[in-house]
């Protein structure tokens, strides 16, 4: 991906945000109840109509929609995405903490989804039709059936109250914390991802260019590692660009299960206490990411597959 191309996508970028912004901003402007309402009754204050008003006038909600909308983005380009009522604490600077501890489960969630279905997919594509190959067919299509909110609450019965193992509430610095919502996350991820591996590396190893290989006297372990999987990662890239990006943007199951503070974790508690300038900052967010990310993985093609940059 050229220069040219790049500007072209983040000029995109900016017309996508632009419009998820809008959309954002609209549905919580037609949504039931009134943020100033909100504020008040969150603290135990029963206000009055006078302070309901005040304190829309305070929060520019008095305006008209356009020119709410209008001093939101103006104050997110600024940095400011206005003040949670809920936890009293700029949505800015709650995003922030959390972000981190959202990346540490996704690092970890990824790299071991990765230590096992890259194997896995392997093995099962070079054993085709073989006892191997339909034991781990199946025990992908049960890791891809199993709920994750299920799952979860049987990894907590089984190490946190029988063997006691591992603390039941997870926090964002304890490292026996991230463990049991890792494995959780990890174990859908590798099932979808053994089972993709496995096809692409199935394609590969009947392409023309592995029958010549063979043909020539090469090894096979040459072949596998040195053809076929290079080959293979293309679809895993997008792939894992795909499921990188939802991690990041919070996975809400999961983290309530185990009270993990990530950014799941607190847009599902901004949705409840319906903190719209919480919720819309986190939208924003989110996009911005999913859509970095997304970026990240369409340049990454060019070091992956040489073919990518003859197309310039």
């Known amino acids: 991906m050229n220069k040219n191309a790049i500007i072209s996508r983040l000029l995109q970028m900016v017309i996508v945000l632009i419009g998820i912004s809008f959309l954002t901003f609209l549905l919580t402007y037609l949504s039931p109840g009134d943020p100033a309402r909100n504020i008040y009754t969150h603290s135990g204050v029963m206000p009055t109509s006078e302070m309901i008003e005040e304190m829309r006038r305070n929060l520019g909600l008095d305006k008209p929609f356009l020119t709410q909308y209008t001093d939101w983005i103006i104050n997110c380009l600024k940095g400011d995405f206005g003040q949670s009522f809920m936890l009293q604490k700029p949505v800015a600077d709650l995003l922030m903490d959390r972000l981190w501890p959202t990346l540490k489960l996704t690092l970890a969630s990824t790299i071991l989804m990765l230590l096992f279905a890259v194997p896995l997919g392997v093995i099962s594509a070079v054993h085709h039709n073989k006892p191997i190959d339909y034991l781990v067919r199946a025990v992908t299509f049960f890791g891809v059936s199993i709920p994750n909110f299920w799952f979860g609450l049987m990894l907590i019965l089984i190490f946190c109250v ?49 029958i010549g290989a063979r043909a020539r006297g090469v090894s096979e372990s040459k072949i596998l590692w040195g053809n076929v999987l290079p080959n293979s990662l293309l679809p895993l890239i997008t792939m894992l660009g795909l499921s990188v990006g939802s991690l990041l943007g919070g996975t809400s199951v999961v983290e309530i299960i185990f009270s993990y503070p990530g950014l799941g974790n607190l847009a599902v508690s901004a949705i409840m206490s319906a903190d719209y300038f919480l919720l819309q900052g986190y939208v924003l967010w989110v996009s911005v990411i999913y859509m970095m990310i997304n970026l990240l993985v369409d340049i990454s093609y060019n070091y992956v597959d040489p073919r990518m940059r003859l197309r310039r």
């Open 162 to 210: 029988k063997l006691r193992l591992l603390p039941v509430v997870s926090s964002a610095g304890d490292f026996k914390s991230l463990i049991l919502p890792a494995v959780t996350l990890a174990v859908a991820m590798t099932a979808k991802y053994t089972r993709q591996v496995r096809t692409a590396v199935l394609e590969e190893l009947h392409s023309d260019y592995v």
